[in-house]
């Protein structure tokens, strides 16, 4: 009974808290619904512990997330602050690398990411940017724009190489710059000084 209880509290809660407090998960939606968990937990395992004082836990967190929330609504620096801002990845077909680097992403969660929204390779991409929520946001080339770009499908950079054995459009596998390359040109990328290179890819998205 006491969980029967507790479960339509729950239900009730996140009903109250409305779409945007369960539809993503935010660093400020997570603490809101671990709170509600913890608060609706304890009560449904220990009988020691009152539904009512459950009940007033769970106004008081509606409450501070109503106040939260009409605070992000109405000051764009306190929301900021509270959740940060998009971050731009991808630019032009090449990485960001100075928005990359602040963020805790590794290249193999992001080309899985990008994967599966059938990309290949970076040229296939104007802008990626990473929303508060986590998600990627991808916007793309016309197929007629799409250019040479960093091949991301699996094992692709561990054909990466030092040297131009043929004449052709090469990308730097730390930054994404391209160019077209020849036995002659520079080794060192003229945007990050970074060394290793792979054949680019310029075929167009499947969708």
Same mark, same amino acid.
């Given at each position: 009974?006491?969980?029967?209880?507790?479960?339509?509290?729950?239900? &009730?809660?996140?009903?109250?808290? /409305?779409?945007?407090?369960?539809?993503?998960?935010?660093?400020?939606?997570?603490?809101?619904?671990?709170?509600?968990?913890?608060? %609706?937990?304890?009560?449904?395992?220990?009988?020691?512990?009152?539904?009512?004082?459950?009940?007033?836990?769970?106004?008081?967190?509606? %409450?501070?997330?109503?106040?939260?929330?009409?605070?992000?609504?109405? &000051?764009?620096?306190?929301?900021?602050?509270?959740?940060?801002?998009?971050?731009?990845?991808?630019?032009? /077909?090449?990485?960001?690398?100075?928005?990359?680097?602040? +963020?805790n992403?590794?290249?193999?969660?992001?080309?899985?990411?990008?994967?599966?929204?059938?990309?290949?390779?970076?040229?296939?991409?104007?802008?990626?940017?990473?929303?508060?929520?986590?998600?990627?946001?991808?916007f793309?080339?016309?197929?007629?724009?799409?250019?040479?770009g960093?091949?991301?499908?699996?094992?692709?950079?561990?054909?990466?190489?030092?040297t &131009?054995?043929?004449e052709?459009?090469y990308?730097?596998?730390?930054?994404?710059?391209?160019?077209?390359?020849?036995? +002659?040109?520079?080794?060192?990328?003229?945007?990050?000084?970074?060394?290793?290179?792979?054949?680019?890819?310029?075929?167009?998205?499947?969708?």
């Amino acid at each position: 009974m006491r969980t029967a209880i507790m479960f339509l509290i729950i239900i &009730f809660g996140l009903r109250v808290l /409305g779409k945007r407090g369960v539809k993503q998960l935010s660093i400020f939606e997570l603490v809101v619904i671990v709170g509600l968990g913890s608060a %609706a937990g304890d009560p449904m395992f220990y009988k020691e512990v009152g539904i009512f004082s459950s009940i007033i836990v769970f106004c008081v967190i509606i %409450a501070a997330y109503s106040l939260l929330t009409y605070l992000l609504a109405k &000051f764009k620096k306190f929301e900021i602050i509270l959740e940060g801002k998009p971050t731009c990845l991808i630019s032009n /077909g090449e990485f960001a690398i100075e928005n990359f680097k602040k +963020e805790n992403l590794g290249n193999d969660e992001f080309f899985s990411e990008l994967r599966l929204k059938g990309i290949s390779h970076l040229g296939q991409i104007e802008t990626a940017i990473e929303e508060t929520s986590g998600d990627i946001s991808v916007f793309y080339f016309d197929d007629k724009d799409v250019k040479y770009g960093l091949p991301i499908m699996i094992d692709s950079l561990k054909k990466s190489t030092r040297t &131009f054995e043929i004449e052709a459009f090469y990308s730097c596998t730390f930054c994404g710059f391209t160019e077209k390359k020849s036995a +002659e040109s520079s080794k060192v990328c003229s945007k990050c000084s970074h060394s290793m290179w792979i054949l680019s890819k310029n075929n167009l998205r499947i969708t």
